[in-house]
């Protein structure tokens, strides 16, 4: 293939333009795997991560150091591809269930145990459930890919998230019409403007929000108050 000299300073073809994400290891469920990092060294051990290819969307979770941080329920997103990046941590467990309406890995679980590794992100596609466990003062990085769809019952642009009591067998967890259609980054900018806007006017609690039937049941903890109970705890003694 023709090389063409660019303003880069190094010769870029086609293909180069095109280059995939590399996988770096594939799951029993189509379309959970780990996947390469691009990452510029600036010491030994320190490096810049580069953002991944896509929607310029990120999100960074701070989990609380206490000594036992485990996530209460399973997550499952319709109109999401997570794409995590563990920046620290030990033996993080997760368990993931296929919850997607026609997939060949339907009701399929995984669970595994890993370190935090700034060099790969794990993509976790819509429609598949995921528990993580051993969280405590771990910090995440996710760059989620969006989706959308014209009447999917499932979907709730608000609340993207289906949440499943983590005690649940399999044959609890339900099926799931995952959105088809990528958002295009303009729109994108719009959903992440409108998240800013209702933390602002004061939706400060994440919301849990449950399938029972054909009903969500959308339930909203006061972790504000829970925070403030225990430092005033601490305060007493």
Not at 118 to 137: C, E, M, Q, T, Y
Not at 146 to 168: M, S
Not at 211 to 219: N, Y
């Amino acid at each position: 293939m023709p090389k063409a000299k660019s303003a880069l300073g190094f010769d870029v073809t086609l293909a180069d333009m095109e280059m995939p994400e590399m996988v770096l290891e594939r799951t029993a469920i189509s379309g959970l795997e780990w996947v390469a990092n691009d990452f510029a060294l600036t010491g030994a051990h320190s490096r810049i991560v580069i953002a991944s290819a896509g929607q310029m969307f990120t999100n960074m979770v701070w989990h609380a150091p206490e000594d036992d941080f485990n996530y209460e329920v399973f997550g499952i997103h319709v109109g999401q591809d997570d794409r995590l990046t563990f920046i620290n941590g030990k033996s993080i467990v997760g368990r993931f269930v296929d919850c997607r309406k026609g997939s060949p890995t339907y009701h399929q679980t995984v669970e595994m145990t890993f370190d935090g590794n700034p060099d790969r992100k794990l993509v976790i596609s819509r429609g598949i459930a995921h528990w993580f466990g051993n969280l405590a003062g771990v910090v995440t990085r996710n760059e989620p890919m969006l989706y959308w769809a014209i009447g999917n019952d499932d979907f709730d642009p608000g609340i993207d998230t289906i949440n499943v009591p983590r005690e649940a067998g399999v044959e609890d967890f339900p099926a799931i019409t995952v959105n088809p259609w990528r958002i295009p980054n303009v729109f994108s900018q719009l959903i992440l403007l409108s998240q800013r806007l209702r933390l602002r006017k004061g939706q400060k609690n994440y919301p849990f929000r449950f399938k029972v039937g054909r009903r969500s049941v959308v339930l909203v903890k006061n972790f504000e108050a829970q925070r403030d109970a225990a430092g005033a705890a601490a305060a007493s003694t």
